[in-house]
């Protein structure tokens, strides 16, 4: 049985760490065939000590999640396979198998997960929505990978912070292509999210296989507390290396089709909402739509007051 190391980076994630660990120890996958290693950066809560509880591979490493990553994912991880999380996810039961089985069976050397928003308020139902449309798109980024693949590739590129995930993306497609793990339908998943039990969550998502009667793998991101303010700000954090990559890329095809969807206007805010019949989805939630572009719009002006920011600099 092929061994899969799983990476989860922290930071003051005392709140969310456990579930997230306890999702992985309840995959239906050998336990002795997966590798839990946590690579925290300087916490100052429980964090740490709560992962001890799951696995005794818990490491500090700096600065960014980046050197995180690579730390666990190339130094650390022994897994033919390498996944990495982030402490505010919890994975259904069979994700890990079906990832195994997806990439050993089939040609692909990365994989994209289909990522569920958490949270049954108006905004965090609207990032459900929003995040439904960019599954296997270049807006999405691979969850899972072939080490091999990713030591090849040089990991992630630690001199970037936010676009790190599409950079990946593209040193892996030199190599090989990324598949889409499961597909699923956004109504039936909405419904189930939005109406879960407070009290048993991590749970309902872990056994969500089951219990929806769905039998779909899937990741859930929990964004339950959502905070405008802190959102945007965490937006334009991550948009502080979009030049850089930008010019990465752009610097060896000055017309990246990639780099022209992920940054483009048209793309952003019609292509991957309409593409593949997925207006019919736009146009079925209309009032989850006009949230959605309230929010693009919003990211999209702070994009572009750092741009010029930067060109006045």
């Known amino acids: 049985m092929d061994r899969v190391s799983v990476v989860?980076?922290?930071?003051?994630?005392?709140?969310?760490?456990?579930?997230?660990?306890?999702?992985?120890?309840?995959?239906?996958?050998?336990?002795?065939?997966?590798e839990v290693i946590v690579v925290d950066n300087g916490s100052t809560?429980?964090?740490?000590?709560?992962?001890?509880?799951?696995?005794?591979?818990?490491f500090d490493k700096g600065p960014e999640r980046s050197a995180q990553r690579n730390f666990g994912m190339l130094e650390v991880a022994t897994g033919a396979y390498v996944m990495f999380l982030d402490a505010d996810m919890i994975l259904s039961r069979t994700v890990v198998r079906r990832c195994v089985a997806a990439l050993a069976g089939g040609g692909h050397v990365a994989l994209h997960i289909p990522e569920i928003v958490l949270g049954a308020d108006f905004f965090p139902s609207v990032r459900r929505f929003e995040r439904s449309f960019y599954d296997g798109t270049v807006i999405d980024g691979a969850r899972i990978i072939k080490k091999d693949v990713f030591a090849a590739v040089g990991g992630f590129d630690t001199a970037l912070?936010?676009?790190?995930?599409?950079?990946?993306?593209?040193?892996l497609k030199g190599l090989g292509s990324i598949g889409l793990l499961s597909r699923y339908v956004?109504?039936?998943?909405?419904?189930?999210?939005?109406?879960?039990?407070?009290?048993?969550?991590?749970g309902a998502l872990v056994a969500f296989e089951e219990r929806s009667g769905?039998?779909?793998?899937?990741?859930?991101?929990?964004?339950?507390?959502?905070?405008?303010?802190?959102?945007?700000?965490?937006?334009?954090?991550?948009?502080?290396?979009?030049?850089?990559?930008?010019?990465?890329?752009?610097?060896?095809?000055?017309?990246?089709?990639?780099?022209?969807?992920?940054?483009?206007?048209?793309?952003?805010?019609?292509?991957?909402?309409?593409?593949q019949g997925r207006y019919r989805r736009l146009l079925s939630h209309p009032g989850k739509a006009c949230g959605m572009y309230f929010l693009r719009f919003l990211v999209g002006v702070l994009f572009l007051a750092r741009k010029a920011r930067q060109a006045r600099a």
Do not use: M
Not at 8 to 32: F, H
Not at 45 to 58: G, Q
């Open 186 to 202: 956004f109504d039936a998943v909405d419904a189930y999210v939005a109406n879960l039990p407070p009290d048993g969550i991590p």
């Open 214 to 275: 769905l039998d779909t793998p899937l990741l859930f991101h929990n964004e339950a507390a959502f905070d405008l303010v802190r959102y945007l700000k965490k937006k334009t954090y991550y948009t502080g290396s979009a030049e850089a990559y930008i010019a990465k890329w752009t610097g060896k095809n000055p017309d990246d089709p990639d780099i022209r969807r992920q940054y483009g206007a048209a793309y952003r805010f019609f292509g991957v909402f309409v593409e």
């Open 161 to 171: 912070t936010g676009p790190e995930d599409w950079d990946l993306d593209k040193k």
């Open 8 to 34: 989860v980076t922290t930071k003051n994630e005392a709140r969310n760490i456990g579930a997230c660990l306890a999702s992985i120890a309840a995959q239906d996958y050998p336990r002795e065939a997966l």
């Open 45 to 58: 809560d429980a964090t740490k000590a709560i992962a001890r509880e799951y696995t005794d591979l818990v």
